[in-house]
């Protein structure tokens, strides 16, 4: 951030606790160890990258049709082969409703082939249920808190640790 906002770096630093130097530009700053090349996470990757295209192609002509606006208004459909998919997403800690930006991932009637996956098929369409208003992603059901009727799971889960750590 430092060489960016320069400014604001200082005046960030100024309020970290403890001893250090009047200004973040007169630090040392350690530099991180370089990786090793790892080509299989690379195919692995790009494999991923190629997937997340030919789903946004997919996603365009459905918003051009009309059937919704943002793709987290979507669903994305799988058939077929999901050994190998389901492989570099355990390899990578990555969902397909992150990487693709959609609301809902599951097995159902998919027509067009995959061909970052030989032996998959995709397919999109309107995701089923109600948008969550914190983070717009669709869900069939909402965790049906009396306070918060309208949360998923996971953003009812955050707002109360936020009201947890504000009370105290």
């Known amino acids: 951030m ?7 770096a200082d005046e ?3 309020h970290l606790p403890g001893e250090r130097s009047p200004s973040v530009h007169l630090e040392e700053i350690e530099m991180l160890a370089d990786i090793e090349d790892d080509a299989e996470a690379d195919a692995r990757f790009a494999r991923l990258l190629a997937l997340r295209d030919e789903v946004n192609k997919e996603l365009e002509i459905h918003r051009q049709q009309g059937e919704f606006g943002k793709s ?3 669903g994305l459909l799988l058939a077929g082969d999901l050994s190998a998919l389901s492989d570099d ?9 992150e990487l693709c930006i959609v609301s809902q991932v599951e097995g159902g009637a998919a027509t067009v082939a ?3 996956y030989p032996g998959l098929s995709i397919a999109v369409r309107r995701a089923e249920g109600t948008p969550c208003p914190r983070c717009w992603q669709v869900h069939r059901e909402t965790a049906g808190h009396e306070k918060h009727p309208d949360l998923c799971d996971r953003c009812l889960e955050v707002v ?3 009201e947890e750590w504000a009370q105290s």
């Open 2 to 8: 430092a060489p960016v906002l320069a400014f604001t």
């Open 12 to 14: 960030a630093w100024e």
């Open 72 to 74: 987290l208004e979507a």
């Open 89 to 97: 997403l355990a390899a990578c800690a990555a969902t397909l409703e």
């Open 114 to 116: 995959s061909q970052a």
């Open 160 to 162: 109360q640790n936020l």
